[in-house]
């Protein structure tokens, strides 16, 4: 089976420039997740889905962030404009909600903002 | 709100042997999930073992095991035998159960493996 499938895997671009990062869940999956790897924070949560509507996006920096699920099978996460603090490692997970079981995390886009 | 620490930022083994590393968390929930999870520098991260909170057996797969304290709010990871591919970053992780499903992540232990 297909895990979760991210892209891109690397995206380097200029500060000032809209970046779109990409998710596929694993199919099935009701809850998907998006997360930012940095050394100094380490993981931190910025939103999740649950059947394709948002319920806490409390963890978005801010307004320059957005993410979208328009359906099961796709999100997306947008920062415009992009700044250098923004560099990091974004992951994005799913799971199917069922009370045990864990999240599945894709491997993760590593953004560098010049 | 709930926490998770682990106060290990860096630990060093020689293969073949077993080693600890530590984890605790805060919360005033009695029901709930912990988690370690292996993060290689393939930068995937995989799942190691689970707990449920309501159960006292200490959960077990293959060489990884964990130390549940309750009471104490502890759950260390164990790696017996260490091997070479164990070398990564873990991270410990709690939610609770039955309300949502986010995660909470202590900020991570990097396990050099010396051969």
């Known amino acids: 089976d297909a895990g979760v499938i991210q892209s891109p895997r690397h995206e380097v671009t200029e500060m000032g420039q809209e970046v779109t990062l990409r998710c596929k869940p694993i199919s099935g999956h009701d809850y998907l997740f998006w997360y930012r790897q940095t050394m100094m924070r380490g993981l931190e949560l910025l939103i999740y889905f649950n059947n394709n509507v948002p319920i806490d996006d409390s963890g978005m920096p801010e307004d320059r962030f957005s993410a979208k699920m328009p359906n099961a099978s796709f999100s997306t996460l947008k920062i415009q404009p992009s700044e250098p603090r923004d560099s990091a490692v974004y992951f994005c997970?799913?799971?199917?909600?069922?009370?045990?079981?864990?999240?599945?995390f894709g491997d993760g886009t590593r953004l560098s903002i010049l | 709100a709930q926490t998770v620490t682990q106060s290990q930022p860096e630990m060093s083994v020689q293969e073949a042997e077993t080693v600890t590393l530590s984890c605790t968390y805060d919360?005033?929930?009695?029901?709930?999930?912990l988690f370690w999870y292996k993060q290689p520098p393939s930068r995937q991260m995989i799942l190691v073992i689970r707990?449920?909170?309501?159960?006292?057996q200490n959960a077990t797969e293959n060489r990884f095991s964990v130390n549940f304290q309750k009471a104490a709010k502890s759950f260390s990871l164990k790696i017996s035998d260490s091997q070479l591919g164990d070398a990564a970053m873990y991270f410990c992780a709690y939610r609770r159960r039955n309300r949502d499903d986010k995660i909470i992540f202590g900020k991570g232990t990097r396990l050099h493996i010396l051969p």
């Open positions: 919360t005033s929930e009695s029901d709930y999930y």
């Open positions: 997970a799913s799971t199917t909600g069922l009370d045990n079981q864990p999240q599945h």
């Open positions: 707990q449920e909170a309501y159960k006292q």
